[in-house]
Structure formats: structure tokens, C-alpha cells
């Protein structure tokens, strides 16, 4: 009879206190997606004091780590690793140069991968 009583309290620790922790581990991700796209800017802005422009949207964020054929004064690798990083959801962040929102627009639409959303599924950029 103990052990049941122990179980079922355990039971509601769990329901009460398991969506909290989800909440927590999912404004993680939506907070790497900040910090990356942060650390992707900075990057662009060196590339942009070393050519004299900012990669076209063709060429990409790859531009950061591998040299485009018409970017003279190229003076990378810009990010470490030798990589572009995927954001928290494995997927590749958008980059628009010239941006619509912004002078370059990098963004990610978060966990659902479309457009708009809430919470976790909510686009994170850089001209929020």
C-alpha cells in the first residue's frame, strides 16, 4: 500500500514538474539559434572588411568558409570548425543579401520549418 502511495506522488512530481524541463530544453534551442546567428553576422561583417561587400545570396553563408570565385581580398575561413553550423533543428539558416528586413537577412523558422509560429515553432532572425 506504501509503494502505491509512493508511486502515485511520484506520478504527479512528474506530470507537474516534465513540462516545465520540455520548456526549458525547447527556449534552449530558440536562445542557439540567437547566439548562431549572431556568430554569423560577425562573421559577415569580417568578410565584408576583407572584400569590400557581403556574399550574394547565391553564394550563401559558404562564403564564410570556402572562397567564392569573384571575392577578391577573400581572407577566410570566417567561422570555425570550417563549416556553416546547421541551426538547433538540423536544418541550414536562411541568408538574403540585400535583405528584405534588414542590410543582410539571416534567419531560421525555427522547429516546424515554415514560416511564422509560436513558442518553439516561431522564426528566429537577426532584425528582431
Not at 46 to 56: A, F, I, N
Not at 65 to 70: A, E, I, L
Amino acid at each position: 500500500m506504501e509503494l502505491l502511495v509512493v508511486l502515485a506522488i511520484l506520478g504527479l512530481l512528474v506530470s507537474l514538474v516534465g513540462p516545465q524541463v520540455l520548456n526549458q530544453l525547447g527556449g534552449a534551442k530558440t536562445k542557439t539559434a540567437k547566439i548562431q546567428i549572431k556568430d554569423l553576422e560577425q562573421a559577415l561583417e569580417m568578410y565584408k572588411l576583407d572584400v569590400g561587400r557581403y556574399p550574394s545570396t547565391e553564394n550563401g553563408l559558404s562564403s564564410l568558409v570556402s572562397k567564392p570565385g569573384d571575392a577578391t581580398g577573400w581572407n577566410g575561413p570566417y567561422l570555425k570548425g570550417g563549416k556553416v553550423p546547421l541551426d538547433p533543428w538540423n536544418r541550414e539558416y536562411t541568408y538574403k543579401y540585400p535583405g528584405q528586413k534588414a542590410e543582410i537577412d539571416i534567419f531560421s523558422y525555427g522547429q516546424n520549418g515554415v514560416p511564422g509560429g509560436d513558442g518553439e515553432d516561431a522564426d528566429v532572425n537577426n532584425w528582431d
